[in-house]
């Protein structure tokens, strides 16, 4: 607004200004019509210089005195001309005032307008004239009180309450001038004109917009190129703020013209099959651009362009990766696909989980920060996001504010490179120097010894109660400076058993001796010092000290009441036999096996713990807990074998030998003993002792048949026949019985006097006519060994008939008596199929007496397919099935007979109806080897192995598979297996075994031969 309105308060004024009159700013010279203002015959102030504010104030002091009629004008133009001399002469005594202050203002100043002046006027224009600047731009000058020092002070700083009607209605014709005045420069610059400026009435300031200065080079850009555009530099960003966060890339966003110019060459390119495409991804829709300055939406995509824009990218991006010297690429070729698939790319709901974890923990930490876990587990979520750099931040913020836990230090130290993280424990040292962790962790990252000795040492002087620490030195360090360094850790830390021991085993025997003393007298209730005392003793081949030391131990120990269990001893005795001392668990044996155990229950606890202690591999501990229970308990049978089988297994022949003898001695009525001593010394090749054991058994055990026997054997094998048959003679004598019978008619057989075998048998028969196998070797001897005629037939059956009339329930004389009348061609008494009819009437008959038995059921099965009637044994076998359902023997003959396709799912049903019978599991290893499965099959044979070991056929089975599949080495580890077992049972083990042409073979040579009639039944198969 162009008046002038005074503000401030009257209780300022001090003295008035030049040129004051009275009354003058409030109208006091009354009010004037226009009729009454006279025609002015001079200008306004007389004959006054305009800039000498003297004849300004005497002009207007004369017409205000003179009652106005000396000029000739009217009293309002007095007025007015008075107001502007007032005016006038403040400008120039402000003006005056800052030459004197501060030189000549320059051109086109405006005071205050540098604080902003100009936004907080009172609605003043420049100069109080009618032709003022634009609406909301001031152009200063002297008509404001804004800023003005010297106005504040003056009388004419009142409040608006002072002005009258006759002002307001000036103001409104100012104001509407100013509007008037305004639109028309408004028009102005609508129609373009750029250089019109408007002056204001105290000096014609230009009022033009910001923006209108720039609108010629706008309207230049157009014109710009895309390589000028281009070449454009980025704008950079050097504010502190954003310098831990700048961009990698800036961009600069392009202008409408290229924007535009784009659209248009994509069109083109699209339109002439993508000559000009190149990156642009959008195209603009036809119609929807309406003018050609400004770009408006409706875009579509464009299919080319995306494929353009992609391998525009991928320049772009191997353009990056290109040595800039070069201009050789430095992209790995073999390592740049690898190095894409080992990018992690996190998943949606483990970015939610990342920062669900980092709000919950970071309001661990505003809650208790002191706590160290809170940010340690802050530390690692950073660190499980990939943010290796802020979880460095997280954890050295936390070293601030927790500097007494030593885990967020140790964290801080494995975030961190291996220089930093030294310097990080080196704080963390100073700050808690008692702390074990840090200077330990400080040690591992040295590389070199001497490095970690000094940081060790500093650790030491820091903390010299520390075990650990001396532990971590000493390890360091030779023997000599490692026994320095003990016996001052001993003086330092006298309560650590450790240091004590280690320096004795360090230390001469003399040395070492003076070293257990002292530790026993600082541990007085340490059982490891006396175990220790024990073994320096044993290791100078001191027995009878062992047993001293330890005797003494348990006493000192039960004296200063120091709690040992009868458990914890006996875990010393074995901890001492692994660490090379047995005298040493012997002794603790020897003293405390009996602690805490009733006398009722002294041998099987002893037994027991015999058998845990083998089972553990302790052979000398067991050893010496039986030798001690044998020594309470001697007449103990149990005992005595349990100690036999652990030197048999364990133990030398001398230690068998020694057991053996000491058994014999405390039980010369047990045979077992005599009989396992003598054949042990025969097989070691000592005949003569064996007899002489022998002979003593003899007159301990005269009628004894096991020990009659033993010696028949000895001399049966030996090659010693007719001394055998004296013996076999004296037996019968002396101790006659039904096995004595059978060996001597055995011996017989062998020696080819059949009919003195047959006469053997029928005089034991004739005492013994219960006992099968004496028919079941008559019987033989007249089929097999005698001519094949009607005669020794007819014989054959009698001693099978009278063997299943004295023996009905025994299944093998009922199978050996079908299997003879099956062969009744070869005797010449009838056909085969008369042979095989009565072999099965036989078979039938025996099933009736003997029900649900799988032998015979296998055995008249077995006739069938010999005989050619495979749908009657198909027939058979399912009744057997039902009768013997769960019966390995018919389940394995099943699945080996079944067809091809079969085989698998009976194999199936086989395992689920016996999942452990050692014949099934054959057969389903069997079925393996067929198909080629050659480690399967080797698993299955292995384990039908162990399932029954005494069970011939299985070894035989899959002895011959390694034959035929096997390497030289898996051969012998089988038949090396078969020898420790040495089985007994089995068909067809049976078979060679008990032949009489393999009397005498070995278990190796019997495996063989069983072995080479497998492999002839599967060549008939294939």
């Not at 131990?553 to 458990?567: E, F, Q, T």
């Not at 076998?877 to 023997?889: F, H, I, K, T, V």
């Amino acid at each position: 607004m162009s008046s002038y309105r005074p503000g401030g308060s009257r209780s300022n004024i001090t003295q008035a200004p030049k040129g004051y009159v009275p009354g003058l700013g409030r109208g006091a010279a009354g009010f004037v019509t226009r009729s009454d203002v006279g025609p002015a015959t001079g200008p306004i102030g007389g004959g006054a210089d305009d800039d000498d504010p003297l004849g300004a104030s005497s002009t207007l002091a004369a017409s205000s005195a003179g009652g106005g009629g000396a000029t000739g004008g009217s009293r309002a133009a007095e007025l007015r001309a008075a107001k502007l001399a007032m005016q006038k002469m403040q400008r120039a005594q402000q003006q005056q005032q800052q030459q004197s202050q501060f030189g000549q203002a320059p051109v086109g100043y405006v005071a205050g307008a540098g604080r902003g002046a100009s936004t907080y006027g009172a609605g003043a224009d420049v100069g109080g004239g009618a032709d003022g600047g634009p609406v909301g731009y001031d152009g200063g000058g002297g008509g404001g009180d804004n800023g003005d020092p010297a106005m504040e002070s003056s009388l004419f700083s009142g409040t608006n309450e002072q002005f009258d009607d006759d002002d307001d209605e000036a103001d409104r014709i100012y104001e509407a001038i100013d509007e008037r005045m305004s639109s028309k420069r408004r028009k102005q610059n609508d129609n373009g004109n750029n250089n019109t400026s408007n002056s204001s009435i105290g000096g014609g300031i230009s009022s033009s917009a910001i923006g209108d200065q720039f609108r010629e080079l706008k309207s230049k850009l157009a014109s710009v190129t895309e390589d000028e555009w281009a070449a454009i530099p980025d704008v950079g960003d050097y504010s502190l703020r954003h310098k831990q966060k700048r961009r990698e890339d800036v961009f600069t966003p392009l202008t409408d013209s290229l924007l535009e110019s784009r659209s248009k060459l994509n069109s083109d390119a699209t339109a002439s099959g993508g000559r000009y495409a190149m990156s642009g991804t959008m195209q603009v829709i036809d119609g929807t651009m309406t003018s050609s300055s400004s770009l408006t939406g409706g875009y579509r995509t464009n299919l080319s362009g995306l494929a353009e824009a992609r391998s525009t990218v991928m320049t772009m991006s191997l353009d990056k990766m290109s040595d800039s010297v070069s201009g050789q690429t430095v992209v790995d070729p073999k390592g740049y696909l690898t190095s894409l698939s080992n990018t992690k790319i996190a998943s949606a709901a483990e970015v939610g989980d990342i920062n669900k974890a980092r709000l919950l923990l970071k309001s661990v930490r505003d809650t208790n920060p002191k706590h160290g876990p809170g940010w340690i587990a802050s530390a690692r979520v950073e660190e499980a996001a990939g943010k290796t750099a802020q979880a460095r931040k997280l954890i050295m913020e936390g070293c601030e504010i927790c500097p007494d836990n030593e885990d967020v230090w140790l964290e801080a130290a494995r975030l961190h490179q291996v220089d930093q993280a030294k310097t990080i424990l080196a704080a963390a040292a100073r700050r808690l120097p008692t702390s074990v962790k840090v200077f330990l962790r400080a040690a591992d990252l040295e590389n070199h010894d001497h490095a970690k000795k000094a940081v060790l040492r500093l650790a030491l002087e820091a903390n010299p109660t520390s075990v650990t620490l001396w532990k971590a030195a000493i390890e360091l360090e030779d023997a000599d400076d490692a026994r320095v360094l003990l016996a001052v850790a001993v003086e330092k830390v006298p309560h650590s058993v450790e240091m004590w021991l280690a320096l004795a085993r360090l230390e001469t025997y003399e040395n070492a001796r003076k070293v257990l003393n002292q530790a026993r007298k600082h541990l007085p209730t340490e059982r490891a010092v006396w175990i220790a005392a024990a073994k320096l003793e044993e290791s100078q081949n001191h027995g009878d000290m062992v047993d001293r030391i330890i005797d003494k131990a348990v006493r000192s120990l039960d004296k200063h009441d120091a709690i040992v269990s009868r458990a914890q001893w006996l875990k010393e005795a074995e901890a001492a036999e692994f660490a090379g001392a047995p005298l040493t668990s012997a002794a603790i044996v020897k003293c405390t096996l009996g602690r805490g155990v009733d006398d009722e229950d002294r041998q099987r606890t002893w037994a027991d713990d015999a058998n845990a202690a083998l089972s553990r591999n302790a052979v000398a501990t067991a050893r010496a807990m039986l030798a001690h229970s044998l020594a309470t308990f001697p007449t103990k049978r149990s005992l005595w074998l349990q100690a036999v089988e652990l030197e048999r297994k364990h133990g030398s022949a001398s230690s068998l030998d020694e057991v053996l003898a000491a058994a014999s001695e405390r039980l010369p009525r047990t045979e077992i003993f005599w009989l396992v001593r003598a054949k042990e010394r025969w097989l070691a090749g000592e005949v003569d002792k064996s007899r002489s054991i022998l002979t003593e058994a003899f007159k301990a055990n005269p009628d004894s048949e096991p020990v009659w026997l033993a010696a028949v054997k000895l001399e049966w094998e030996t090659g010693e026949i007719e001394r055998a048959r004296v013996l076999l003679t004296r037996a019968r004598e002396r101790a006659p019985t039904a096995r004595i019978y059978m060996k001597s008619a055995l011996l017989e057989r062998q020696c080819r006097e059949y009919d003195k075998a047959l006469a053997l048998l029928e005089e034991g028969l004739r005492q013994y006519p219960t006992f099968a196998k004496m028919y079941m070797m008559g019987g033989q001897i007249c089929s097999d060994d005698l001519a094949k005629d009607r005669d020794n037939l007819d014989r054959a059956r009698k001693f099978y008939q009278r063997g299943i009339q004295n023996c009905p329930d025994n299944v093998v004389l009922w199978c050996l008596t079908s299997n003879l009348e099956e062969r009744v061609a070869e005797y010449g008494a009838g056909s085969s199929n008369a042979g095989v009819t009565k072999a099965r009437s036989l078979l039938e008959l025996a099933r009736l007496k003997n029900a649900k038995n799988p032998e015979l059921w296998l055995e008249a099965i077995r006739l069938e397919r010999r005989a050619g009637n495979e749908k009657l044994a198909v027939s058979l076998m399912a009744r057997a099935l039902q009768e013997c359902p769960s019966s390995g023997l018919l389940l394995a003959e099943h699945i080996s007979c079944s067809p091809r396709v079969e085989q698998k799912s009976k194999s199936a049903e086989a395992i689920k109806r016996r999942p452990d019978d050692p014949h099934v599991i054959s057969a389903v290893a069997s079925l393996f080897a067929s198909e080629r499965k050659h480690e399967k099959a080797r698993k299955w044979f292995e384990r039908a192995a162990k399932l029954d070991s005494d069970l011939g056929d299985s070894w035989a089975k899959w002895y011959a598979f390694e034959l035929d599949a096997g390497t030289e080495e898996s051969q012998a580890g089988v038949l090396q297996s078969c020898i420790t077992a040495d089985p007994k049972h089995g068909e067809i083990w049976c078979s060679v075994s008990k032949a009489m042409a393999n009397r005498g073979n070995t278990t190796a040579d019997n495996l063989r031969a069983a072995a080479q009639i497998v492999l002839g039944k599967l060549q008939k198969l294939n």
